[in-house]
């Protein structure tokens, strides 16, 4: 059974910082990646990591977010610094599988900058 289980969310205020993590099990990925969904808006790619070490970032959090996986650990970090009040969001861990590209979500985790 795949499992996706992220952690780390919680409450920041302007300027601070935050490191996400998720745990991937039953599965070894291909890519990986943090999305995020704001109350009324879409959810939206905050960053992807391919198995070779690629990695893609939304405009918005460019220069301020940065995306590790950990292969040996079967493990997704995003670190997350300068946060702003319009990064609030509940974030998701994705994943997609090798051969199958079946795509699965971890149950997400809220993150609220705010003062």
């Known amino acids: 059974q795949v499992q996706v289980v992220e952690s780390g969310g919680g409450l920041v205020q302007p300027g601070g910082s935050l490191r996400l993590s998720c745990a991937v099990s039953?599965?070894?990925?291909?890519?990986m990646g943090w999305y995020r969904q704001a109350p009324g808006k879409q959810r939206e790619l905050v960053a992807r990591?391919?198995?070779?070490?690629?990695?893609d970032y939304a405009d918005s959090v460019k220069d301020r977010f940065t995306i590790s996986r950990d292969n040996a650990k079967n493990t997704l970090s995003l670190q997350m610094n300068s946060l702003k009040p319009e990064d609030t969001a509940v974030y998701y861990c994705?994943?997609?599988?090798?051969?199958?590209?079946?795509?699965?979500w971890g149950q997400g985790t809220q993150v609220t900058v705010s003062s």
């Open positions: 990591i391919k198995s070779g070490g690629n990695t």
């Open positions: 994705n994943i997609v599988m090798y051969g199958t590209l079946r795509v699965v």
């Open positions: 039953g599965t070894i990925p291909s890519s």
